[in-house]
Nanobody
Framework: QLRLADSGGGLEQPGGSLTLSCKAS????????IGWFRQAPGKEREGVAC????????KYADSVKGRFTISRDDAKNTVSLQMRSLGPEDTAVYYC??????????????????WGQGTQVTVSP
C-alpha cells in the first residue's frame, strides 16, 4: 500500500518561506497525482495545490497562487511544496495525499485515497 510521509513544517515569520516534502514508501508515487491540503484550527481541510503525473496539470487554490509552487521528483519518490510570502493565514497542518483522478480545482477530498500524517506550519512574528 502506498504510504506518504509529509515533513518540513515549522515556525516562520510573516513574509518568510518554507518547503514541505511528501515522500512515498512501499510503492512509487510516479503513477499518482499528488495534492497538498491544509487544515487550520476550527476550519475544514482545504485543497492547496495538486500536481498530475508528468507534472503537466497543476492546480492551485486562489489563496496561494503566485506564492506556492508544487513540484515532483519521481526519481526521489517525493513531491514538494515551496511556500513563499507566508502570512498568518497560512498557519495550518499541511497534508499531502494521493489520488487516482486528475487534479482539479475542486480538490475533492473523497478523491484522495491515502494521506500523510500532517506537518504543522505556524506563521507568527
Amino acid at each position: 500500500q502506498l504510504r506518504l510521509a509529509d515533513s518540513g513544517g515549522g515556525l516562520e515569520q510573516p513574509g518568510g518561506s518554507l518547503t514541505l516534502s511528501c515522500k512515498a514508501s512501499e510503492y512509487s508515487l510516479s503513477g499518482y497525482p499528488i495534492g497538498w491540503f491544509r487544515q487550520a484550527p476550527g476550519k475544514e481541510r482545504e485543497g492547496v495545490a495538486c500536481i498530475n503525473t508528468n507534472s503537466r496539470i497543476i492546480k492551485y487554490a486562489d489563496s496561494v497562487k503566485g506564492r506556492f509552487t508544487i513540484s515532483r521528483d519521481d526519481a526521489k519518490n517525493t513531491v514538494s511544496l515551496q511556500m513563499r510570502s507566508l502570512g498568518p493565514e497560512d498557519t495550518a497542518v499541511y497534508y499531502c495525499a494521493a489520488t487516482q483522478y486528475y487534479c482539479t480545482a475542486e480538490f475533492r477530498r473523497d478523491d484522495y485515497f491515502t494521506w500523510g500524517q500532517g506537518t504543522q506550519v505556524t506563521v507568527s512574528p
